[in-house]
């Protein structure tokens, strides 16, 4: 937990703390004592951590919790918009090779390892295709 309130304390002191506590509803007393590693009663819960990187775009102090957990933080791309009608016929054309490679493995009425991989690459395909119409709807 000290490396997440570390992380919290340098944000906090790095940004206008007087501002960051006004943007996050607080007085700036409690913002500096919620976020100090140092002192033993700090609190900074999940509303406190959310409006934070809100308002910080500072996103070490989810980090670090990551980290004491052993996980780590990637940022997700996200996916290049297309024109609505291209997107939606990349969506379903991986969806038919999702459907046609699964009725190809059933054939025999199983799937092996090595029919459930080439499905399962196939459904990876559709989840992206399905991600890039949904940014390309946002995007119009």
């Known amino acids: ?18 501002q960051l506590a006004t943007l996050m509803n607080m007085p700036p007393v409690s913002l500096l004592q919620r976020a100090n590693a140092n002192y033993d009663g700090a609190w900074f819960n999940v509303k406190h951590l959310y409006a ?61 390892q090595v029919e459930r991989a080439r499905i399962l690459k196939e459904i990876a395909h559709a989840e992206d295709a399905l991600a890039q119409l949904k940014a390309s709807l946002k995007a119009a």
């Open 1 to 18: 937990m000290h490396e997440f309130l570390k992380a919290c304390d340098t944000v906090v002191d790095e940004a206008n703390t007087k």
């Open 52 to 112: 934070l990187i809100l308002h910080t775009q500072d996103i070490r102090p989810l980090a670090a919790l990551a980290g004491e957990f052993g996980y780590s933080v990637l940022k997700k791309d996200e996916p290049a918009a297309l024109g609505i009608h291209e997107a939606l016929g990349r969506a379903t054309l991986e969806f038919a090779e999702v459907t046609v490679e699964t009725h190809a493995a059933m054939a025999d009425g199983r799937v092996d």
